[in-house]
């Protein structure tokens, strides 16, 4: 089970440690860790999550410039350890507003309470967001203030949660709402991989539906699709119940109060995608000429918003320069391009041209940068999946139901 | 381009997070020191109080180490704020390992919060008092741990079963059972969520106690889908190892496919190294993926224990062969349940038990089956980032195992250009693997785009990729080698690489994908070979011309064209030989040698000029290597024999012909593929740590040997009453060790002593038949080893009246009242002490002890004799028997069987009431502790009895002195030795006797010593080597008495020491403390219980 947990800045300081087990794992494994770090290129997000070090086995996932990094002496699932690091790093990017080194530092007492509450001998204990919330206030302004005016605050409760102990720990059973609505909102990603050729390799959504509910006592909820055959995959919240999915493809579950990802699907071999993006590239006697257009292939019927093309110039191309007719474009330092359009213009076609100067001796570029794509669009849901309807039952009034959709562009690939 | 105005935006950012600041923790962590913090704890506020331990934090979290305030925290432990309360438990729990003393100060206000009323403030301080890792703490922490087990809240008996490993920690052996009772009682919860916690203490504590799991089982596969997220990971581990353990494999499942069940043969080899054939026996099952399964069902089983042990002995085990019971049915209603209870775990959202879930199926579910947890964990892949990687390094094994199963997803395995370098070779390995004839078309175009892909590391591992494609699916080969030379041709166009370091690589990995490619079919890829030598001229990477060269060498006899072309290619060689690189001009060297060996005809001629050219040149290289390769060519090429030039005369010497053999082996054998590889490495169960980092991490632990739960434990488990209490006298003690002793390795005892199975009763049944047909005289049994004097008496009772009908006596069995007097005597004089007393001390010894030997012994030596036969059931027969310690003259190779045979023997004519008849029936017991079942005949009538074999005969005495003894001792120690104590009363009868009666003179110690001797050599066949009696003052107390006993096994007649202490009062019971010293460790236990049992028993002389 897991050892001890540090939490890392991206520059390699330690901001705390946890440790969870009488056996304590000492601090220099950070050493140890950040020195492998440095001698796998340094690129942080693309370290492996498991690591063998020589004294212990060590998971990490790399959040926002911040590294969770726990360690274990024995065999356990590796993918508990990620799988409760990933969870320790959205609560407490929950409960203070985003995650950096600052906001961290800050609140580091409530970060120990935090972990502490979490993991119990090295065990995950209590993870469920509505359970810690009772029983650790997250930090607001209120209590910023009162602190501030009367020197003393408390944010560890002094009665356990009640849902501690019910068989729907995700739900208080007293919950008054001064609202009574519920809104369900689907967000969804679109991959698509392009080929040179304007050949589509595969495209596909991975969408999740998002529920803000508001509902006093304890209502329970169905959810049904107009279309469910067109769901590839689905990963469910707890609370959703398995039978009445496995009998009438229906979501019936009863909710936890608040913001929570109810479900998440996946809706294969798509065969349109929204926007096109034409690369191309002419090599001619040590340099090349790079061309990029962008437009509407398939209308969503709304407008595609903050389009954004990026790519990484290819090591041996030693200098570039681009224009374009709309939108703006930089080059960072580590040859990455990025070039936002924005909304893509009704009159004219956004296209980016460029002369890159190729590594003395090449005469062609032989190798090609993989652009990516990003936008997003309001209002839709590109897979056409569809809320049928959604019955609130055990609710003395009816309340409020709101529907909204999204689409953005997830690993949207094109080669050139 | 707005420096100034960037500059503005920062200093906003940073005013804005200074606002922001206000009312948090912040100068805490900043300036945690910069007041005195000692006062602060001792203030009488809670503000104050808080704010220092929060500084103390802070400190902890900077790495300070700040235990030195530990004493005056510790003493906040009994504020009533709950703040204050948490932060102290955060306190001590960082640094309780650290001070555990200081910790102990608190230990009475943790009871006082255990009786809290607030459930919250209890499960604190259960956390803790169990999370200070001290000794003296263990037992009130189990106290409080046992309460808190049974508390209302389930919040707190979540915590307790979270604080059960804590103290398994501790490693206090007498707190193992009750921590074993704790689990058990906490897995039989009501509360989902504490079940799920105790299922990760029963993994920490008691992972092999599966039989605790089977009287719950279905219920614990009920409450599986309402246990926390990561409880289930749990359960469903160790409900997976139950069923293992249980029932054994499922035989529709993929882990049994490697084990077709109808061919016994295949059955039979199924532990051995496979043959690189073995895919034939089945059709569709390609060799690899059949290699890869057998790997599989062999590592998910054994330990790296067995695993390496089996490295270096290569041993053969056969567990599974020879025991049907092995798999089990889909249908079984446990495999069913589970299977059925984890399917909806793949739709979990936590990417640790979708992965936990299927690799329950991937063991247990049916092959068609399979198909359910495909998607669920290629899902995973897309929508757990973190996860992805440990996702696929599981489903690269579950692919190389069954590529059909994912063929179908390939799209899911197209590289992202966000992905790390190591998840593209994940993804490039598994394409790879599934790529079938329905998909290789777009895999192959995927190849394409990424040979393109700027980390040119990924380009090499692509080429790669394509060869292996090709070795997979022979009908591609044509397709990829265009695209091959087509590399070739672009990367050679690339004149000078510069900063381009994975350029040459790309460049010589296509040349050995082309290599690989070539080497199945050359004949058919004739033209390839042309293409590439035509390249030649352009390529300008060393390795990659050696490449080419050597398989011109290799592939200079193929087809026509190459014929046509060599001349040209060996003159160009020859030209370029002085400019090439060390690495191109070893293989020229090579490779026209070759050539000039296999040339036929008028080309010969020239071949050879151009290979003395190259020759010179080399002779005068610049490296030593190439001139001392060149030398050696010359000397062989030139002492060829010229067969061909000499027509007719042929005056080869043998010499010659050698020189000729070694030549055509040295230049001239072709290649043969490689195959094999896949044995070296090591599978792990699915999801597991190790499968990542491919070492067994400690605490791994395979699956249990199938059905190595007997039913029988469990339903004795589950009848925990009176019964077993019942069962477990001496005899069935004795039954269960002797299960034990003959599974040799196969199925380890019942975990609670019961009885033989119903397998080892039937072969009992066997032997019983065989008697039958034994007294027909016809099987051959044999047997020696144990050899049993077998009087057949007939009892002189009054109630005797059977006399004339006792003609018929049948032969068979055993048994025997009486030794007759003769045979005592002969055993009897065996036994090497017997002169008088001669009681000098041995000046040898500091302690003062006197060594005697003991005479007269023999007349208190009687053979133990047991009854096999009661008059009562006899019908007035009384067969009793004894085992002698005469070794037997039949062989004890003779026959090899491994059951218990036995001697054929003569029938007893007659016997008249109050006549004895004494016969010999020599059973071999093959080293088993069984029961023998014989049945005697007499009268007509059949009587089964049941001859127990004793261990303590199971030996020889081999006589030693004290000095043999001592030195074979010294070499059996450790963990050759075990040792029980035990008490003895037999003397003090005799004792109390002796005091009535007159004889002073006799030593009473002098008559323990005769009683415990003669009681052991009554026993067990073995040699009394030496008795040390202590000269003490007090009389009445015996210390450091101490009898030594030798004996050898004697199936391999190994020695067998035994030593006995006795201590205490004469006149009360005394303590025995019994050593053996023996180098078979299950044999030497089971004789050391034996020992202790007769000590122990109370016989009635």
Redesign the interface.
């Known amino acids: ?1 897991l050892q001890c947990i540090f939490i890392i800045s991206n520059s390699g300081e ?4 946890k ?1 969870l ?4 794992a000492d ?1 220099s494994l950070c050493n140890w860790f950040w020195e492998y770090a440095m001698t796998q290129g340094g ?1 942080l ?6 690591i ?1 070090s020589p004294t212990h ?1 060590l998971f990490q ?1 790399f959040r926002e410039g911040i590294i969770f990094l726990a360690c ?9 350890g ?5 969870r320790v790093a959205d609560i407490i990017s929950d409960y203070l507003g985003g995650l950096n080194e ?1 906001l961290i ?6 970060v ?2 935090l972990l ?1 509450e979490m993991v ?2 090295g ?3 209590i ?1 469920e967001p509505n359970i810690l919330r009772e ?1 650790i206030s997250p ?1 607001n302004i209120v ?3 009162l ?2 005016v009367t ?2 605050s ?7 949660p009640v849902a ?2 019910s ?1 729907a ?1 995700w739900r208080k059973t007293d919950i008054k709402n001064s609202g009574n609505e519920v809104y369900v909102n689907l967000v969804e990603e679109i ?1 698509a ?1 392009v ?2 050729d304007g050949n589509l ?2 495209c596909e959504i ?1 969408g999740e539906i998002q529920v803000d509910s508001n509902l006093s006592g304890y209502p329970d909820l169905t959810l049904s699709f107009a279309n469910p055959t067109i769901l ?7 609370c959703i119940r ?1 039978r009445p ?2 009998l009438y493809q229906l979501l019936s579950f009863v909710p936890p109060n608040g913001q929570f ?1 109810l479900m ?1 699907y ?1 809706v ?1 071999k798509l065969k349109s995608i929204p926007i096109y993006v034409k690369p191309q590239l002419i090599s001619s006697s040590g340099s090349c000429r790079m061309t990029v257009l962008v437009g509407t292939r398939n209308d969503p019927g709304k407008p595609i918003d903050s389009i954004t093309i990026e790519f ?1 110039l ?3 191309v030693t200098s570039a320069d681009f224009t374009s007719n709309h939108g703006t474009v930089n080059i960072l330092a580590d040859k990455r391009c990025s070039w936002s359009i924005g909304r893509i213009p009704k009159d004219k076609a956004p296209s980016l041209t460029g002369n890159l100067v190729l ?5 062609s570029l ?5 652009l ?1 794509a990003k936008f997003k669009i309001m209002g839709v849901a590109l897979s056409g999946l569809q809320i049928d309807r959604l019955d609130v039952k055990n609710m003395p009034t009816q309340p409020y139901k709101g529907f909204r959709a999204l689409t953005r562009a997830g ?1 949207y ?1 094109v ?1 050139s | 381009m707005f420096p100034q105005f960037g500059a503005t935006a920062e200093s906003l950012s940073k005013a804005s997070s200074l606002v922001f600041r206000i009312g948090t923790d912040a100068h805490l962590y900043d300036d945690p020191d910069d007041v005195s913090i000692a006062p602060l704890l001792d203030s009488s506020f809670d503000s104050e109080k808080a704010e220092a331990l929060k500084r103390l934090l802070a400190l902890i979290a900077q790495g300070e180490d700040v235990s030195n305030f530990f004493p005056q925290v510790v003493k906040n432990v009994a504020t009533p704020s709950s703040e204050v309360k948490k932060l102290v438990y955060l306190y001590i729990l960082h640094y309780a390992e650290k001070r555990p003393n200081e910790a102990l100060l608190s230990i009475n206000c943790f009871q006082k919060d255990l009786s809290d009323a607030n459930p919250l403030v209890r499960a604190w301080a259960l956390r803790a008092m169990s999370g200070i890792r001290l000794h003296a703490i263990g037992p009130i922490a189990l106290v409080a741990l046992s309460k808190c087990a049974k508390d209302p809240s389930s919040y707190v008996r979540k915590c307790a079963a979270n604080a059960l490993s804590k103290l398994n920690d501790l490693h206090q052996e007498e707190n193992a059972s009750s921590l074993e009772e704790l689990v058990s009682i906490l897995l039989n919860d009501h509360s989902p969520g504490v079940v799920g916690a105790a299922a990760a203490a029963f993994n920490s504590i008691c992972p092999n106690n599966l039989s605790l799991v089977g009287r719950i089982f279905r219920r614990l596969c009920e409450t599986v889908p309402d246990v926390d997220e990561w409880g289930q990971i749990a359960l469903i581990n160790i409900l997976l190892r139950y069923v293992i353990a249980r029932h054994g494999l499922v035989e529709e499942s993929i882990m049994a496919s490697s084990h077709p069940s109808e061919n016994s043969d295949s059955r039979r080899e199924l532990f051995s190294i496979p043959a690189p054939d073995r895919g034939s026996i089945l059709v569709e099952v390609e060799p690899s993926e059949h290699i890869m399964r057998e790997l599989m069902l062999r590592h998910y089983i054994e330990g790296p224990e067995q695993y390496s042990s089996r490295q270096i002995d290569a041993k053969e085990d056969d567990n599974g062969s020879n025991n049907n019971s092995y798999f089990t049915s889909i249908e079984n209603n446990d495999v069913k349940l589970l299977l059925q209870c984890t399917s909806p775990l793949l739709w979990s959202q936590n990417s640790a038990v979708v992965l936990a879930a299927a690799g329950v199926h991937w063991v247990l579910a049916s092959q068609m089956d399979m198909e359910n947890i495909v998607k669920p964990i290629l899902f995973v892949l897309r929508s757990s980032y973190a996860s992805r990687y440990v996702v696929l390094r599981n489903i690269q094994i579950f692919a190389k195992a069954m590529p059909s199963l994912f063929s179908a997803y390939h799209e899911d395995f197209f590289v992202s250009s966000s992905d790390s370098y190591q998840m593209k070779v994940l993804k490039l390995d598994i394409l790879s693997t599934i790529a079938a004839e329905s998909s290789i078309p777009f895999i192959l175009q995927e190849f394409q785009d990424y040979i393109k892909d700027p980390d040119r590391r990924f380009a090499v591992d692509v080429v790669a990729a394509i060869a292996l494609c090709v070795k997979n699916l022979p009908s591609v080969a044509k397709t990829c080698l265009e695209g091959l030379l087509a590399i070739v041709k672009q990367e050679s166009s690339i004149k000078h690489y510069g900063s381009l370091e994975g350029e040459a690589g790309v460049l010589i990995q296509a040349i050995m994908s082309i290599k690989t490619i070539i080497k199945q079919d050359p004949a058919n890829y004739e033209k390839v070979i042309v293409h590439l030598i035509r390249s030649l001229d352009n390529i300008k990477e060393p390795s990659a011309r050696a490449l080419i060269i050597w398989i011109v060498g290799e592939y200079s006899d193929v087809g026509h064209i190459i014929l046509k072309i060599i001349p040209v290619v060996v003159s160009y060689l020859g030209q370029c030989f002085s400019s090439e690189e060390l690495e191109a001009k070893h293989q020229i060297l090579n490779t026209v040698a070759k050539i000039v060996l296999s040339a036929q005809g008028e080309e010969h001629e020239l071949f050879r000029k151009v290979l003395f050219y190259i020759l010179d040149l080399a002779k005068v290289d610049l490296n030593y290597d190439i001139r001392d390769r060149g030398r050696m060519i010359e000397k062989l090429v030139t002492s060829q024999p010229k067969i061909s030039h000499q027509e007719g005369i042929l005056h080869v010497e043998p010499d010659s012909i050698l020189l000729d053999e070694l030549l055509k082996n040295m230049f001239c054998g072709k290649i043969q593929s490689v195959t094999g590889a896949i044995n070296h490495f090591r599978l792990y169960l699915p999801g597991s740590l190790s499968q990542i980092v491919l070492h067994a991490a400690p605490g791994y632990t395979p699956l249990p040997q199938p059905c190595s739960l007997p039913e029988m434990a469990l339903e004795n488990r589950m009848s925990q009453d009176g019964i077993e209490a019942a069962n477990s006298s001496d005899s069935s003690y004795e039954g269960s060790q002797s299960s034990y002793y003959d599974s040799e390795g196969s199925i380890p005892s019942p975990v609670d002593g019961e009885n033989p199975d119903s397998g080892s009763e039937s072969d009992v049944a066997d032997n019983d038949h065989y008697m039958l047909r034994g007294a027909n005289g016809s099987p051959d049994a044999t047997a020696i080893g144990q050899l049993i004097h077998l009087t057949d008496t007939s009892i002189h009772d009054g109630t005797a009246k059977q006399s004339t009908a006792e003609n018929n006596t049948s032969s068979a069995t055993d048994l025997t009242n009486l030794m007759s007097k003769s045979a005592l005597e002969s055993w009897l004089n065996e036994q090497p002490c017997l002169p008088s007393v001669n009681s000098s001390a041995d000046p040898s010894r500091e302690r003062s002890s006197a060594r005697i030997s003991i005479n007269e012994i023999e007349v208190s030596v009687k053979p133990k004799l047991n009854v096999l036969l009661e008059p009562a059931n006899g019908n007035g027969l009384r067969v009793g028997y004894s085992f002698t310690s005469e070794i037997s003259k039949i062989s004890p190779c003779y026959y090899p069987s491994k059951v218990p045979t036995i001697v054929p023997m003569e029938e007893i004519d007659s016997l008249h009431p109050g006549d004895m008849a004494r016969s010999i029936l020599q059973v071999h017991f093959h080293h088993h502790l069984l029961p023998l079942k014989l049945a005697i005949y007499y009268n007509e009538k059949r009587h089964p009895v049941k001859l127990q074999p004793d261990i303590g005969y199971f030996t020889r005495p081999i006589a030693m002195d004290l000095n043999a003894f001592t030195k074979l001792e010294n070499h059996l120690r450790g963990m050759f030795e075990y040792s029980r104590r035990c008490t003895f009363a037999d003397h003090i009868n005799i004792v109390d006797q002796e005091k009535g009666q007159s004889s002073l003179n006799d030593d009473k110690i002098l008559l323990i010593c005769r009683k415990i001797a003669a009681k052991m050599l009554s026993s067990a066949s073995i040699h009394l080597v030496s008795v040390d009696m202590p000269i003490l003052l007090k009389f009445d107390e015996v210390s450091d008495l101490c009898l030594r006993f030798s004996s050898e096994i004697l199936s391999n007649s190994k020695p067998c020491l035994i030593t006995v202490t006795a201590e205490g009062k004469c006149s009360e019971a005394l303590d025995i403390s019994v050593k053996v010293n023996c180098e078979e460790t299950v044999f030497g236990l089971n004789l050391l219980n034996r020992i202790v049992a007769f000590l122990s028993s109370n016989s009635v002389s």
């Open positions: 089970m330690v901001i705390l440690e440790q087990q009488g056996h304590r601090r690129e997000s693309q370290l492996l999550p498991v063998a086995y996932i274990t002496q024995v065999e356990m699932p590796p993918l508990m990620t799988e409760f690091l990933c600052d530092k800050d609140n580091f007492v409530i120990y309470e502490d119990d001998n065990y995950p204990l993870t029983m930090p209590s910023k203030m602190s501030v020197g003393r408390s944010n560890v409760s002094t009665t356990l501690t102990q068989c720990p991959d991989i080929r040179s390799v595969k991975y590839n995959d689905v990963r469910f919240h707890p398995f999915w496995e990802k998440s996946r294969k990484h290819p090591s041996c590594e003395s001796g090449l005469s032989h190798v090609c940068p993989v990516q690993e690939e080669r």
